[in-house]
């Protein structure tokens, strides 16, 4: 693996309001049981969590029938079902939204951090040898994102004042790759601050915790 140059990066960003799905279908991943958005309906990758969805599977391609998924990944836009769908394999979206996206602009850099918690569950000896190692165990992961802008507006500032939902942000590591990676999730806006030099732009930092997974989707 080689190095790869900041200036290839880019930050994405679903928007409000969504929009309505109906009867979108959906690829197989391999193994007949978890489906995604096709390639060629990228534009409709995160879905809305907050819309009501049905799912559907079908055995022939021509009878559908609800299905309650197992899991549902709402970023990125994926749907795994308890058992695999037989016959033709196929799956879709009946109803449900997906929210739009776009790159932002004017961003100079970006940062995210990945973290788990460890707990320690270390234990006297129970047999003649003293415990002289401690021990752990994993707990919650966690994650938390930032970015910093040339301040243009007051789109944040206002988030932060009257916007209780929180964005899909997704961070693209590399534009020239042909299925480029993404670190996605949930965040909200904790912090924004905004920088007036006297002698220079004005700049605009910007804090998010996650809620919920962070993801990385192609």
Same mark, same amino acid.
């Given at each position: ?58 055995t022939d391609g021509s009878t559908w029938n609800n299905a309650t998924p197992a899991s549902v990944r709402y970023v990125g836009g994926r749907v795994t079902f308890s058992g695999a769908v037989g016959g ?24 995210? &951090? ?11 000896? %129970?047999? *003649? !040898? /003293? =415990? $002289? ?29 009257? &916007? ?11 534009? %020239?790759? *042909? !299925? /480029? =990676? $993404? ?6 806006l904790t912090k924004d601050s905004i920088e007036t030099p006297i002698d220079d732009l004005i700049g605009e930092d910007l804090d998010f915790q996650s809620d919920g997974g962070f993801f990385i989707n192609?």
């Amino acid at each position: 693996m080689t190095a790869t140059h900041g200036s290839k990066s880019q930050l994405l960003q679903a928007m409000k309001p969504s929009l309505t799905i109906t009867d979108l279908a959906l690829t197989d991943s391999g193994d007949h049981t978890t489906f995604k958005i096709g390639s060629s309906d990228q534009a409709k990758r995160y879905w809305d969590r907050t819309a009501t969805f049905v799912f559907q599977t079908s055995t022939d391609g021509s009878t559908w029938n609800n299905a309650t998924p197992a899991s549902v990944r709402y970023v990125g836009g994926r749907v795994t079902f308890s058992g695999a769908v037989g016959g033709t394999h196929q799956a879709r979206i009946h109803s449900g939204k997906y929210l739009p996206y776009a790159a932002v602009a004017n961003i100079t850099k970006y940062g995210f &951090d990945l973290e788990r918690d460890v707990h320690e569950d270390t234990s006297l000896t %129970t047999d *003649s !040898t /003293p =415990t $002289r190692n401690r021990t752990y165990k994993p707990g919650l992961n966690n994650a938390t994102f930032k970015f910093t802008q040339w301040n243009t507006d007051d789109t944040y500032a206002g988030d932060v004042i009257t &916007d209780d939902d929180a964005l899909i942000a997704s961070i693209v590591v590399d534009v %020239t790759q *042909s !299925t /480029p =990676t $993404r670190l996605e999730c949930f965040g909200y806006l904790t912090k924004d601050s905004i920088e007036t030099p006297i002698d220079d732009l004005i700049g605009e930092d910007l804090d998010f915790q996650s809620d919920g997974g962070f993801f990385i989707n192609p």
